[in-house]
């Protein structure tokens, strides 16, 4: 290691590659040399909205993300490394060469403050970082890094499906089939809930709906998701008569596209008791219609990324091929590839979940 290290830095406004200090641990924190890391739509969200992010974080009182928009920050929180280095006070129970996951927390002097949303910590889309040491996950059964990086990822999506509290009657919907809808239909997939339903403009990201496990599929311009989920929907009752208060007590609905104006076309188009869950991360203020929720008794659930204990068992599940996540990659690339990236990925396409890999 030298003095800096190179990074793709968000910069007053700008997402530019340049250097950035080396990372040095504190008493219970451990260096780590980042061997991959995913490019989640929180990243493209921060740079087109910092200040929107930065000032809901503060108004719910969160803390751990507080962050100077003048200083430089090194985004990217869906990380693998390779421990390198202990700081004091750690009990080096992971050697050097281990790969290791962690919470994109870090416990130091400011206090807890997110990875990848700090401008005291730098997350993955630098060379190194500083984690805390207690935090730390070996990464089992020779894993490869690129994958056990989406042990976030399929966290929020197994998270989401966790707090649904999925009944035997629901027939899910996840409308959009990005790297988080493609999650949650993983994380169904595994629960063994079945028809599942996924909508996307993309014909890609249906092909790799079906692939992660979805039944069926809908584009949105040539029929109606929902009215797909209704038509699949198996009969419950005797005879196998299925009602329509029935129908309308199954409709399970994952909203992951996180745009201004779905949360209200879901609501516009759900079945009376339907359920929602808000899983896609809109950063613009948006509106709604609360007497459509009324009038219709839905119940609507937003989903904030997972428990630690979720996290350990979803990588434990991704080692162990129980959570197949190897068609979510489709690009691996370097850090000076970085910010032309994040302007392709601004327009929906073929990718799923794009990696960097900063020694590449």
């Avoid at 392709?344 to 073929?350: E, F, H, I, K, S």
Wanted: contains cysteine.
């Amino acid at each position: 290691m030298g003095e800096d290290m190179r990074a793709a830095i968000y910069r007053r406004g700008e997402l530019v590659v340049g250097t950035f200090a080396d990372p040095i641990p504190e008493a219970g924190q451990v260096l780590v040399k980042t061997m991959a890391c995913g490019i989640c739509g929180s990243d493209l969200h921060f740079c087109d909205h910092a200040q929107e992010f930065t000032s809901l974080a503060s108004r719910a009182g969160v803390a751990a993300m507080e962050v100077d928009l003048s200083r430089d920050i090194v985004l990217g929180h869906e990380f693998c490394g390779e421990v390198m280095d202990h700081g004091p006070s750690s009990d080096s129970r992971l050697k050097p060469g281990q790969l290791v996951c962690s919470l994109p927390v870090v416990l130091g002097s400011p206090g807890a403050r997110t990875i990848g949303y700090s401008d005291e910590y730098p997350g993955g889309f630098g060379e190194y970082m500083v984690l805390t040491e207690a935090l730390l996950l070996p990464v089992p059964n020779g894993l490869p890094a690129a994958l056990a990086a989406l042990t976030e990822p399929m966290a929020v999506g197994w998270h989401a499906v966790e707090i649904a509290r999925v009944r035997p009657h629901h027939v899910p919907l996840v409308i959009g089939c990005g790297p988080v809808g493609l999650a949650v239909i993983a994380a169904l997939k595994q629960k063994q809930i079945a028809p599942i339903i996924a909508s996307d403009l993309s014909p890609d990201r249906r092909d790799l709906a079906l692939r992660m496990g979805a039944d069926a599929v809908v584009d949105p311009r040539e029929d109606s998701p929902f009215l797909r989920a209704q038509k699949i929907a198996r009969p419950v009752g005797i005879g196998g008569a299925l009602s329509n208060s029935v129908l309308s007590k199954n409709q399970l609905v994952f909203e992951c596209v996180g745009l201004p104006g779905m949360l209200r076309h879901v609501m516009d188009n759900v079945s009376e008791e339907a359920e929602i869950v808000v899983v896609g991360a809109c950063m613009q203020p948006d509106s709604i219609e609360p007497m459509m929720g009324m009038f219709k008794a839905l119940t609507v659930k937003f989903s904030r990324t997972y428990t630690g204990e979720e996290f350990a068992e979803v990588l434990q599940m991704i080692a162990q091929g129980a959570l197949d996540v190897s068609p979510l990659v489709t690009d691996v690339i370097g850090l000076s590839d970085v910010p032309a990236t994040f302007d392709a990925l601004r327009t929906p396409g073929a990718q799923a979940k794009v990696i960097v890999d900063p020694w590449r």
